[in-house]
């Protein structure tokens, strides 16, 4: 992990503009936050291609589902939190419903539209996403992560929640040997005493938790799911298999998250004690960043704390 | 009954002051809507000192009349008011959007003494309000129900769907006020989403009317009046604003809808405050 640090909804405009010069069917939507997701960066670069239509988010994403009707890839831009809950309609009943190729972009995820509080945060999108049938989602960690994730979403045959942090964010990957797959877990640290399974920004805390607990002699292993769903059921069977012991990170509601995808597969898979670490079913609020993943449990500090109550509840 | 050339004074200069002390709030914060707080500076001081009956000693009294910020992210400026108010310490103001703080980036009921409904997700406020006003009918009470919008946030469906019931339920005791100010956060409203001519639309719905400038605290307090005579529909007043008036750099700028305050630009806002109006 580097000490560089980028917008991921910069990396994420950039990307989508890059994308559009090189294949002409892909459109991009936005209802009026552009300028926040950064869909303008395209917008700028293809004004024919580029729709705002205002703040209207549920009409925004039922005409993405028409445009994908004739063959044209759009990408439909708008906060977590509103593409969920405003838009949720057309999302199940025109795009998940008729498996249509659209690609939903949800930006400002999790508390990372931090200051605006939480009327703006979005703890509930995983949830929602996860439980339309179709749906592939994806959350992005990192820039390159940001980068490839919306490449893979343009090239995958079907509709995608890509789940955007407000956040800059530390490179943690290497943009030349990460071979990104939709569907496939990364391991970024073996370990043995337990596996850390996290996901988005989180992924970054995960990591500076193998690193303390490595100093108090357990052994963390860490474990990147960038696709929630569909989820990679082999690796985490495989992990807890090995480890015997699972914590998943998570900034969302611990229900119907993370957590619960892979508590889901190892209850019938490979049962083993599983901590969740996540937003504890509550309303945050406003604030700096950084504080309010302390104040509502997602700092590293958090993350060790339930490694060491999950490895004692190991037998 | 027109306001008296002492009231409009007295208007006049707490806009002015709540509009420096919006600027310094934001500034020391360095997060937060300037533009539209500023350009509702005038409609919300007018209701909150001339027109609602509410009182801060007695928040919750069933009779009080109610407003509603639709544009929930124009908080600083409700904040302001009603901590001069006495609803919360001004102590507090410098608390806004911090951790553990009650003043939250957008209004919350749950925290804040005087919110009546929690806004920020655009849309809402409107219907929520008619439900309100709706209730006093039932409850055979005279408060009024305000509810101040942004002219963006018509673009959001839910408002044609409350606009709608509210003439069906000929809720005569519903005012919305539009800060009509043009702008909204990518651009203008030509450029992201046109909504011609406003007024029309809703009288198409069934509604009254009212055309003033929202700047104009006594054609504010008129235009209320007037709202109050008229019975059988609700009543909106569409009120012709500038966005981020009063700082000339981000008057009309959709780029001042949330951008944070720099040092030099602090100087300017307040050096033009200073003398303005
Ligand atoms: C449902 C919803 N979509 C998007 C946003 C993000 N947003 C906040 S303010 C704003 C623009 C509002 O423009 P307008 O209503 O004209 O307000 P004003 O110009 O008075 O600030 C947008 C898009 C939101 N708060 N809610
Ligand atoms: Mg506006």
């Keep these: 992990m580097t000490a560089v640090k980028r917008a991921i909804r910069d990396v994420y405009g ?5 994308l559009g010069s090189e294949n002409k069917n892909i459109i991009a939507l936005d209802a009026d936050v552009g300028s926040s997701s950064k869909s303008i960066v395209f917008g700028k670069a293809f004004p024919e291609r580029y729709f705002n239509v205002g703040i209207a988010e549920a009409n925004m994403v039922a005409m993405a589902a028409g445009f994908a009707t004739t063959g044209k890839i759009p990408f439909a831009n708008t906060f977590a939190a509103f593409m969920v809950l405003r838009a949720g309609d057309p999302v199940r009943s025109l795009i998940a419903y008729t498996n249509l190729n659209v690609k939903l972009a949800g930006t400002y995820a999790g508390l990372s539209d931090s200051y ?3 009327s703006h945060h979005s703890i509930a999108d995983i949830a929602f996403m996860r439980s339309m049938p179709n749906m592939t989602v994806i959350s992005i960690s990192d820039p390159v992560e940001a980068e490839l994730a919306t490449r893979a979403a343009a090239s995958y045959m079907g509709p995608v929640y890509l789940r955007l942090s407000r956040a800059e964010a530390p490179v943690i990957f290497d943009k030349k040997t990460y071979d990104y797959k939709i569907g496939k877990g990364v391991t970024l640290v073996d370990g043995s005493d337990l596996t850390i399974v996290a996901t988005g920004y ?3 805390k995960a990591l500076e938790a193998a690193e303390l607990l490595a100093k108090k002699g357990i052994s963390a292993r860490v474990v990147n799911i960038h696709t929630i769903k569909p ?3 082999e690796l985490l069977v495989e992990c807890a298999r090995q480890t015997g ?3 998943t990170v998570e900034e969302h509601n611990v229900f119907g998250g993370l957590g619960s995808a892979v508590a889901e597969v190892l209850a019938m898979h490979q049962p083993v004690p599983i901590e969740i670490v996540g937003i504890e079913d509550t309303f945050a609020e406003s604030g700096d960043y950084e504080k309010l993943l302390g104040k509502y449990g997602l700092q590293a500090a958090n993350v060790v704390a339930r490694a060491e109550k999950v490895v004692k509840r190991k037998k | 009954m027109s306001l008296r050339n002492e009231n409009r004074k007295h208007l006049e200069g707490l806009c002015r002051k709540f509009r420096q002390d919006l600027i310094k709030l934001l500034h020391g914060i360095q997060t937060g809507h300037p533009g539209g707080s500023l350009s509702s500076a005038e409609i919300m001081t007018t209701l909150y000192y001339e027109k609602l009956n509410v009182n801060a000693k ?5 009779n009080r009349d109610r407003f509603i910020l639709g544009k929930g992210h124009a908080a600083p400026m409700l904040y302001l008011i009603l901590a001069d108010l006495g609803f919360f310490p001004k102590e507090d103001l410098v608390t806004l959007r911090q951790l553990d703080s009650h003043l939250q980036g957008h209004p919350s009921a749950k925290t804040t ?9 655009l849309g809402l406020g409107l219907p929520a309000g008619l439900g309100i006003a709706l209730a006093a009918k039932l409850d055979k009470k005279d408060y009024t129900t305000y509810v101040l919008m942004g002219d963006g946030e018509l673009q959001e469906g839910i408002v044609w769907e409350a606009v709608m019931s509210a003439s069906k339920f000929k809720a005569d005791n519903l005012i919305v006020i539009i800060d009509n100010n043009g702008v909204q956060l990518d651009g203008t409203l030509e450029e992201i989403m046109p909504m011609g001519d406003i007024g029309a639309k809703w009288a198409a719905f069934g509604w009254n009317v009212l055309h003033i400038d929202g700047h104009d605290v006594g054609a504010i307090s008129d235009a209320v009046d007037t709202a109050k005579t008229l019975k059988g529909k609700p009543t909106v007043i569409v009120a012709r604003t500038v966005k981020g008036k009063g700082v000339s750099f981000m008057e009309g700028k959709s780029a001042w ?3 944070p305050i720099g040092k030099d630009e602090y100087v300017t806002a307040m050096s033009e405050l200073e003398v303005a109006l």
Excluded: F, Y
Excluded at chain 1, 14 to 18: E, I, P, V
Excluded at chain 2, 58 to 62: L, P, S, T, Y
Excluded at chain 2, 113 to 121: K, V
């Design chain 1, 14 to 18: 950039d990307t989508l503009a890059q």
């Design chain 2, 113 to 121: 003494n005087g919110i009546e409904l929690s806004t920020g997700p």
């Design chain 2, 58 to 62: 007695n928040a919750k009294d069933e």
């Design chain 1, 245 to 247: 012991a699972i914590v």
């Design chain 1, 202 to 204: 989180m992924l970054v």
């Design chain 1, 231 to 233: 989820i990679d059921r």
């Design chain 2, 257 to 259: 809808h949330g951008k």
């Design chain 1, 116 to 118: 605006d509080g939480a």
